[in-house]
């Protein structure tokens, strides 16, 4: 104290409180924190060194080691190798198979999605509630009581076990959610925007296209993350509504490491998982924080 | 005995400078008034006094107690916050009695208070209420009784009555100056609203960037203001300036700048030191200080200009001119008729108008 | 009039839909949902209407323009009629001129009916709601309901479809069928009970049941508590929150099919923990949970607590962020200690994100079926079986479809009975607030 009082004359406590940088707060705080985070590192910790480890190395070691020896031949095993019953020409397949399905779904639903929830924000008509509330709850019900009509509505259509029917499912199911996150939207844009394009003469579409749909990019995006990420990682669809030839990559990948036939090649298997799991942890890492809000809305869903 | 005293305080939130080197006291009984536009730092500075900001330099004592390091609960202080801040899913009583059970007050003690501070207060019939259940104006009477249960010294109010409606908010305001004249305790209170601090307040300090730009009586302000922004943020329609230079022969005599017929003579002003010919300056006369019609003829400033635009208000009517180009308006009784286009004879005073520097716009 | 507006509202979607289901049934679609649908969708609105008729107790059929719309109906009605008539063997052989046209008729045949039905329906309905309702007075009230804001009506007509088409559709369907003795195919003949009866007798529904309640009240007690706390220590203005939360967020990107492939491969007893504790010195450390009957389910918890409490955190952390800053001033204030105002004030008013995240656990727990397929295949035996999986292998493993039926029916309801209460508390909320 005695140099402060020298400056300023201001004798006793003054300034910010003074706190150690390591008091037992910070270190329960921090602690706690590093101990979970590593929990969650772990298991992409462990998928990676396994996926660059050969077989030997795998036997003999410990999972948590850091590989002696990398070779990327896995990889290149489960992109273009491995076997899920008779096809042996490794995930690739499932890979197109994927893009191919979670593209037009994605712009489908959204495209529906978008022009629904404009409808009932702003353009509101009798029953419409009525409508959104049957199409909440169906939200929430377990997709497993619809899977066996749809399979006749998709046999009726010819669409059953083929792309373009594993799209219209995609569509239909994505849109409650979707429906819901965009009404919620447009409903928070100020309905004198809305008015005022009317005063001016635009109709129903020409608002949606020039005045709602150019405010509204962040939700186009966060319901473009929800999409894609939902419609790469699902199994139960494409499980059922697509034959093997036909698969996508998700259950491609359940085939090939599930599967009964041959030795394990867990290295095999760790970078096929690593390999389905890239696009999703790509659009994650890049989209950051409308990542949140993007599965925030979609919660619900499935 | 100073029940608060702020000695050389700073506070830097990473680089931005919010409160720089502030000196304060606040006398036993006092009311002072925190007063600035949103952004000046009086809520800062008022949540340093409370202990919920950590200052980055200086001291602050509070009934000759040093509490600069002191958490907010043992400094001795109520606080009322502008949400009101109730507790929600607790009742009334709750709210009133939630802190002081925690500080292990005996049960009767605790009773003793709530209903003291709940007769004071007239909320005796919302005791068990939920804040949900309460009107604006109720809650904000609990916000308050929740800060007077805790019998301290010191009262700070961040923006109390800025979430009601204009009518409520008068009602409220007497209230707390009752309340005031009654506790007598030390009250601190931060707010925007200009009218809320001349009626409350013992003195004012008018706040901007961090700094107090002055601290004096509601009547020395107004009067007086020190400085060109002080001038402009006090008072109802505003002050306005008129750009000039003051030339300093036997007597001080204005000349407006862009020409004027008139070059009123200032020898009432009372200058704060002797003044230099040709200083260049704002003038500033307060729409009110403006007389109309015969008055006028008896003031030592008079002349006669156009009205551009009448705005009645009532009891006044606002009346919008020009002089030399410069924009002035000044307010006259209602019950007078002016039209657009009418020439009026105004006078003024110079002992009630306010002379700024034109530079640094300080009171000359 | 809001009791009289809801059966309108839902008379008047039903109609549409009824039309949506004409013209997808014109355009060529078969199938014998769609057909059920149809009916199912006009006997109900039949039944409104003439309770709505018998209610309103007279019928002033000639009065104004009401005339003029029924008629219009009528003859509608009459033209479908004729149009079905002409592809019926009787019509064809008094009128051989028809039959060079026949294949039309023929394909016309089922919508000429159907058209029929709703025609007359809907002239009935003119009439009904004409003596009820005096706003039939005004000029175009009518039209105004059903063709007014037509662009809105035909941009929500997906969305219209899928609600009632699909989702209540096949929702009935299969609740139907549940109560059949389908297998290979779906059969309509109804046989009672007996799914049911066979579904709770069955073991495997027995231990899917119980693991169900393990895992959920696991998940639930657990991912709201930890990712409450972690949500509760990112908010103490901690440095680095971001790459925490990157950190606990990212599995949730990653699908079940991905969480249950690594983790098995982690609780791998030949190379996973267990043999790494046990090359410390550990000799006899047992860790093998999915290959142990009793606890399997808790292996399966780990996986999905690691893919999923990072949601739970943001949840939480964004009601957290969303309390007001000045009651933990007033907190402060008052000398409340930290861990007390976090109890007593801050979770209290947290009461509507803790009721969302509840639906949003519960609802996903009843649909488990892809981490356990990825994770365990339901095994050791049988140990690891759920709901979702029974219900799944039943209908498209063991070609028994009524009893995936019944298990499915009985997962409805118990999403039912879950999110009813919780919805109602949820929403019923709001309107007081």
Sequence with gaps: MADSADVHSLDGPRGPKPRKKLSRRNIILYGTLFVVAVYYLIPLYVMLVTSVKGMPEIRMGNIFSLPLEITFEPWVKAWSQACTGLNCDGLSRGFWNSVKITVPSVVISIAIASINGYALANWRFKGANLFFTVLIFGAFIPYQIMLYPLVIILRDLGLYTKLPGLIMIHSIFGMPILTLLFRNYFTSIPEELFKAARVDGAGFWGIYFRVMMPMSLPIFVVAIILQVTGIWNDFLFGVIYTKPANYPMTVQLNNIVNSVQGVKEYNVNMAATLLTGLVPLAVYFISGKLFVRGIAAGAVKG | ?364 | MPKQALPERFFIGSILLAFVMLVLATVGIKSQILENAQFLILLPSLLLVIWMGVKTGRLEIFTNRLRKYATGWLIAALTSAMVWSFAQKGTQLALPILKDLRKVWNTFEPFALFATAVFILFCLVLLVIGTRDSDLERPGYIESSLVNNLSSKIAAVPMAFTAFGIFIMATLWTVYHSFTNSRLLPKSELIGFGQYERLWSSDRWYVSIENLAIFGVGSLVFSLTIGFMLAALLDQKTRFENTFRTIFLYPFALSFIITGLIWQWILNPDHGVQKVVRSLGFDNFVFNPLYNADIVIYGVLIAALWQGTGFIMCLMLAGLRGIDQEIWMAARVDGIPMWKTYLRIVIPMMRPVFITTLVIISAGIIKVYDLIVAQTSGGPGLASEVPAKYVFDYMFGHQNLAQGFAGSTMMLVSVLIVLIPLAYLGFGRRKHG
Aim: aromatic content about 8%.
């Design chain 2, 1 to 364: 005995m100073n029940s608060i005293e702020i000695k050389k305080l700073s506070l830097n939130f990473d680089e931005v400078v919010v409160l720089k080197d502030l000196d304060l006291t606040i006398e036993k009984g006092e009311f002072l008034v925190l007063l600035g536009a949103s952004g000046c730092g009086k809520s800062t500075l008022l949540n340093c006094i409370a202990g919920l900001l950590d200052v980055t330099d200086g001291q602050i004592f509070i009934n000759g107690k040093n509490v600069t390091w002191h958490e907010p609960a043992q400094r001795g202080i109520g606080m009322v916050f502008q949400s009101y801040a109730l507790y929600p899913q607790m009742s009334v009583k709750g709210n009133l009695s939630f802190g002081l059970k925690n500080a292990g007050l005996p049960k009767e003690e605790i009773e003793k208070r709530v209903k003291h501070a709940s007769e004071m207060l007239q909320i005796e019939s919302l005791l068990e209420r939920k804040p949900a259940a309460l009107s604006g104006g109720q809650r904000q009477r609990v916000a308050i009784g929740r800060a007077l249960v805790r019998d301290v010294e010191v009262f700070l109010f961040d923006e109390p009555l800025s979430n009601l409606d204009a009518k409520l908010r008068t009602e409220l305001r007497v209230e707390i100056k009752r309340l005031h004249q009654k506790l007598d305790n030390t009250m601190i209170y931060v707010t925007h609203d200009q009218i809320e601090a001349m009626t409350l307040a013992d003195r004012i300090a008018v706040m901007r960037d961090g700094l107090i730009l002055q601290l004096d009586d509601p009547k020395t302000i107004y009067n007086a203001p020190a400085n060109k922004y002080v001038a402009g943020f006090i008072g109802s329609p505003g002050m306005k300036f008129l750009k000039g230079t003051i030339l300093q022969n036997d007597k001080p005599i204005f000349k407006l700048e862009g020409g004027w017929s008139e070059s009123p003579d200032l020898s009432n002003y009372k200058f704060q030191e002797s003044i230099k010919t040709e200083t260049q300056v704002w003038l500033g006369i307060r729409p009110e200080s403006v007389v109309v019609g015969g008055e006028a003829k008896n003031m030592p400033v008079n002349f006669s200009l156009e009205v551009e635009v009448v705005e009645p208000m009532g009891a006044d009517t606002l009346v919008w001119s020009q002089i030399g180009g410069q924009e002035f308006r000044f307010i006259i009784d209602g019950n007078i008729s002016v039209n657009v286009g009418d020439r009026v004879t105004v006078g003024f005073d110079p002992a009630h108008v306010s002379i700024f520097d034109f530079d640094n716009e300080e009171r000359l």
